[in-house]
């Protein structure tokens, strides 16, 4: 009864997330990206450099560097999206008490929450997975490049959505679903630029400041999962050639994830739901 319970709200949050006007949002500015990406990407090859046009192997090169860059557009649209489908999703429901006619029932506010959770879940890994594999279809056709590990990068990609949406619930269980949203997307951010600084302090061998992202991607895996992302999706002989002069580059990637950093991404997101549970069950309605 209670599996039946949970995918049976998971199949209606899937589908009221499909109605909200979000949707058509992401898919806007998704088009959107789609677009000037592949205007970019065909333009690529006729890119005079000092030694001339460049060969098809410096374009499919350079073009796995720049999918990097626009992946993370991508990324930051469903990290956006997820986020302020969250808020709404559970906060939304209980200020305008849907919830409470739907816990009146014999159903418990866990089975309710997993259910939600689990509808947003297979929302943005949809999402994430269809633009995604767009988006590199367009590289393929204008440049001729495909990704060494397209399956891995989108699991990851997928995962990063999830991590996020599951803080989103979490936030919207003590704050309005628009401050929920706000603040996801700030520590989102706000992951991703400390990365960024220590990927920085890294090239320049400061250990201290080094430590500032790898503190931040324990805290919040979204930088981690992004960093894996990358590694799957550049070419990867991208180290080889750039060598020591693109040390620290936030679009390139030195290494893949870890087996202990991808079971801490998991034991996360169970802590993180537990608390949205603990919390979603103390909060009166």
């Known amino acids: 009864m209670t599996a039946r319970a949970v995918l049976t709200i998971a199949a209606l949050t899937l589908r009221e997330a499909s109605r909200r006007r979000v949707l058509w949002a992401l898919v806007a500015l998704t088009a959107a990206l789609l677009v000037l990406s592949g205007w970019g990407f065909a333009r690529l090859a006729s890119v005079e450099t000092e030694f001339g046009a460049m060969t098809s192997g410096q374009a499919r090169l350079v073009a796995s560097q720049l999918l990097n860059l626009v992946m993370f557009g991508m990324s930051l649209i469903a990290a956006l999206g997820t986020a302020f ?24 506010r866990s089975t309710v929450l997993l259910g939600k959770w689990l509808g947003l879940v297979a929302f943005g890994s949809g999402f994430v997975v269809l633009a995604g594999l767009a988006q590199c279809l367009v590289v393929e056709l204008t440049v001729g490049y495909w990704p060494p590990d397209i399956v891995g990068a989108l699991a990851l990609l997928a995962g990063q959505t999830t991590v996020l949406l599951t803080l989103g619930l979490l936030l919207s269980t003590v704050v309005s679903p628009m ?84 079971a801490w991404t998991v034991v996360w997101v169970a802590m993180v739901w537990g608390l949205a549970a603990l919390a979603f069950s103390r909060r009166d309605l």
């Open 85 to 108: 489908l969250a808020g709404p999703t559970l906060s939304g429901e209980v200020e305008s008490g849907i919830s409470l006619a739907m816990l009146a029932r014999p159903v418990r």
């Open 179 to 262: 401050a929920s949203g706000v603040v996801a997307v700030g520590l989102f951010g706000a992951t991703w630029i400390a990365g960024v600084v220590g990927g920085i302090g890294q090239a320049l061998g400061n250990d201290d400041v080094a430590r500032v992202g790898t503190v931040s991607r324990v805290l919040l895996p979204t930088d981690g999962l992004w960093r894996g992302a990358m590694h799957s999706l550049q070419d990867p002989s991208a180290l080889a050639q750039f060598g020591v002069e693109l040390e620290g580059f936030p679009f390139l990637s030195e290494a893949p994830l870890t087996a202990a950093y991808l």
